[in-house]
C-alpha cells in the first residue's frame, strides 16, 4: 500500500502566524471601550486583513492545502473564500465608523458584528481544514 504524503503549503507558516495575530487584534478590538482604541484595532486588524488575505488566496494558499487532500471540498473553500471582500469592507467600515464620531454604543455594537463575523468565519475555515486534513491522513469523509 502506497501512502500519499501532502507537502504543507510553502505559506503555510505565514498563514498560521496570520491566523494568530488575528485572534490577537480581535481580542484587542473585543477589549477596546472607547472610539480610538476601536478606531486603533479595526485598523491593525485592517492591516493585516489586508496582508494575510492574499496569503489565503494564493495558489500555494488554502486552494493548495485543501485541493491537494480533498478536491471535493472545492466548493466549501470557494465559498469560504468569497466572503473574505465583505470581511474586509466590515473591518474598514468600523475603522471609518471609529473615526468619524459615532456614538459609542453603536460602535461597540458595530465591533461585536465584525468580531462575531471573522471569527465564525475562521471557524469555519479551520473545519475545513481539519476535515481536509484528516481525508489526507486517510480518515473517512
Known amino acids: 500500500m502506497t501512502v500519499r504524503r501532502a507537502e504543507p503549503p510553502t505559506n503555510a507558516a505565514r498563514i498560521v502566524d496570520e491566523h494568530r495575530a488575528l485572534a490577537g487584534l480581535l ?4 477589549q477596546a471601550n472607547d ?4 478606531a486603533t484595532a479595526a485598523g491593525a486588524l485592517n492591516g493585516l486583513l489586508c496582508e ?3 496569503h489565503e488566496e494564493s495558489p500555494d494558499g488554502l486552494r493548495a492545502a485543501v485541493l491537494r487532500a480533498s478536491p471535493h471540498l472545492y466548493d466549501r473553500l470557494d465559498s469560504i473564500l468569497a466572503e473574505h471582500l465583505a470581511l474586509l469592507k466590515g473591518v474598514a467600515n468600523l475603522r471609518d465608523l ?3 464620531g459615532a456614538n459609542l454604543e453603536g460602535l ?4 461585536e458584528d465584525v468580531i ?3 471569527r465564525d468565519h475562521e471557524a ?5 481544514l481539519s476535515a481536509a486534513l484528516w481525508e489526507d491522513m486517510g ?3
Open 108 to 111: 461597540k455594537a458595530a465591533a
Open 139 to 141: 480518515g473517512e469523509g
Open 116 to 118: 462575531a463575523n471573522l
Open 35 to 38: 472610539a480610538p482604541s476601536i
Open 124 to 128: 469555519r475555515e479551520s473545519q475545513l
Open 98 to 100: 471609529a473615526g468619524s
Open 27 to 30: 481580542r484587542e478590538l473585543s
Open 52 to 54: 494575510h488575505l492574499p
